[in-house]
């Protein structure tokens, strides 16, 4: 099928949104939450194609049977209400373990422990407060995570722990007795670079593809922490015709193009 | 019963060093004119628990805050809040800072009256870290050890809904009532403000009574404050203030609480508030967000 071919014209934005909604093509029926404009854009082009078992919301307080698209919505447009999903039963939802949240933190360590409350400073007195851990402990110890980076460099991938830890990772030294690296489920991180995973030896982690044109000696050198390689270390997929369609019919106003400093292409230019 | 009060009347329920909760999440369904009368008010060294938005940052600015109990303060548009990271960069307030999921198990221990709630969520994190009253323990029933996520008492919840009659009776007409639910059945005493006061007979709807999300008993106080929620939205009446929160998030820029309040008459009364954002007509006029 020619509309399956792989495009040689796709913006960064998309090939990163193309290779997060790879994280959730074998979730099956889980609540898929994509935090962020391409995040959500991912996960909705999940559930529009490979895989329509997945469950989304509208961001607010239901739960649709088809993702609504994320830009050009207005106040009266339909949407197709399954149930109602308000906060406390999302955290119903969290506890039970059938969920894949896909964030966007400001710090990821080695052990794939991830910050969103603060930075610097001391714990009293934080240089940068940001938002608090949110739903970081939970969602990190109940269900399936992956991070998206859109700026992958040595702040966000820091040399040492997270300044607040609010994510579980892989650091059995933070474990409590009867909890085992394996409970731990963090399944990737899509960056502007590369795709990582935290399957390496004894959880570490690792690249496992590079997008078009990026080298790996650039991925290392923007990381705070060593990154083994892949046996097969692949090239990230373009994206197909029929998945750009897709992405245009769910972001009509072309909000992907902002998500990015000055809207990179897909494949370099060197 | 005639719960119906004034909101001075009902904030004088607050005494110094209490512990309040309040209800909504980030910009969404604030009881924020209860919150302005509270700046009003000389009570002080309050432990504050919420889903924290402008409330939060506006009694940190205030100074009334000794403690906050919180898993986020943000303004979601404005994600980081603006007076809340003052208060937190110049080491103003103490914090207990858990999981958004830890504070809804700590309300229910404490509707349900039972000290704690077994949970793995915050094993592993900082939480468990900075929070070194929050206990691990032994689980009778398996090997692992569990957190032990305390109720969280409170002496005064403070929460927003559509509608309400005399008796306490509140609808919550939003898509969402968030957990005002636990905030009102954990507190000893709980203040409601109401866009609309209404009839009894008002409830006498399947539709509607199934937007009533706790018993009479768990109100008591009534305010009726039509756009009290402002600058935060009260769906589906109205959204939120996108320009109001802008001014107040520049008053943070220049360190000028006392600023922001003068500029709006936060600290004469709600119809002067009322008056200088616009009327109670551009506030029922702020269109709905779309996510």
Known sequence: ?270 | MDKLVDAKTAVAAIKDGMTIGIGGWGPRRKPMALIRELLRSPVKDLTVVAYGGADVGMLCAAGKVKKLIFAFVSLDFIPLEPWFRVARQQGQIEVSEIDEGMMLLGLRAAAWGVPFIPTALGIGTDVVTYNPDIAMIDSPYDDKQWLAMPALKLDVSLLHVTRADRRGVCQIASPDHYMDDWFARAAKHTIVSCDELVETEFFHSEAVARQVFWERSATHAVVHIPGGAHPSSSAPLHGFDVGHYKAYASSAKAQDFNAYCEQFGVLKDEATYQAAVGGLDAIQQLPLPIY
């Open chain 1, 1 to 270: 099928m020619q509309n399956n071919e792989p495009m040689t014209a796709f913006s960064l934005a998309e090939l990163m949104v193309c290779a997060a909604a790879e994280a959730f093509r074998n979730d099956g029926e889980v609540l898929a939450t994509g935090i962020g404009l391409l995040p959500r854009l991912a996960a909705s082009l999940a559930m529009s194609t490979f895989n329509q078992d997945m469950m989304m919301t509208d961001s607010e307080a239901w739960l649709l049977s088809k993702p609504n698209p994320v830009s050009g919505r207005k106040a009266d447009d339909a949407q197709a209400f399954e149930t109602w999903m308000g906060f406390s039963r999302i955290f119903d939802n969290v506890w039970s373990g059938r969920r894949h949240a896909m964030v966007g933190p400001s710090q990821v360590d080695r052990f794939g422990q991830a910050n969103i409350s603060a930075l610097g400073g001391t714990y009293q007195q934080p240089k940068v407060q940001m938002l608090g851990v949110r739903g970081f402990p939970g969602n990190s110890i109940c269900h399936a995570n992956s991070f998206f980076v859109p700026s992958h460099n040595k702040r966000v991938f820091v040399e040492g722990e997270c300044d607040v830890v609010a994510s579980v990772g892989y650091n059995a030294a933070r474990l409590p007795r009867g909890y085992q690296l394996s409970d731990i489920d963090i399944r990737v991180a899509i960056t502007n670079l590369c795709i990582m995973d935290w399957r390496g030896e004894g959880f570490s982690p690792r690249v496992i593809s590079l997008h078009p044109g990026v080298t790996l000696e650039e991925v290392f050198d923007n990381t705070g922490f060593d990154l083994s390689v892949a046996e097969n270390l692949a090239t990230t997929a373009a994206p197909t015709a029929k998945q750009l369609d897709i992405i245009a019919a769910l972001d009509p106003l072309n909000a992907r193009a902002k998500q990015l400093p000055d809207n990179p292409p897909g494949i370099r230019t060197a």
